[in-house]
């Protein structure tokens, strides 16, 4: 089973040309629950992020405050597991829906990233802490 | 009713601190349709764009082609009225809600930017155009 899915991300691979020439080597990542539709966060990727999502299945990113390959999940687990793959008119953008392990994918516990609403001129929190984050992230890391 | 969206935007840019220096003084945002959370694009903003979307309420773009200021709808008037706007938690990132005029994000007609989804290995076009791009745009520009 996920022998038969790497051989096809391989494939989508080979035939989907991104432009990672536009912007600094990276393109832009829209995450998206692939139940509801609820955007979860946004992140980067390289080619070497790229391919590695592809490879295996699960979302992994460029980290631009880290400088390197970031894999969501790997400390707590709730990586991101990739259900549908869109990209954009002009090839330097992904919209990928997934599973989100665990619930959330934003570091701070909250389901999104975007837990912030303007509200009158304020930015208002919404939602719900899905973990304790100083539960789940046993170290430094924050993913 | 205008005057006082105005002052309301204004308010909100007197408060909220994006973080433009993470990025080359640009901050990504994903648009969604308010209707049913379809994402629709992604585009940049600097503070300039920024500033212009809160105080028109209409969603202004950082064009990295043009390298300049790019109001969405300027030619075909198929402008993004805002609805909502969250801050994700890193304050570098933008999720904005809108009501797309003319029913289409995409200068090639289709509702969705993201109107190509991977199915086994290979990019398939999805949905339908909304309108036919030669009889919007009469110009040279795509907005």
Redesign the interface.
Known sequence: MIETKTV?FE??D???ELNFE???GLV?V?I?DHT????L??GFMDREAWERTLAEGEVVYYS??RDGMWKKGETSGHVQKVK???????DD?L?ITVEQVGGAA???G?RT??????V????VEEGVRVFDPDEVYKKDKKT
């Open positions: 096809f494939a989508i080979s035939m989907i536009k912007f600094h832009p829209v998206q509801d539709g609820q955007v966060m946004v631009r405050s549908d793959i869109f990209v954009d008119c002009d953008t919209l934003c570091h701070t909250f990233c975007f837990y912030r609403r303007v009158d001129g304020e930015l």
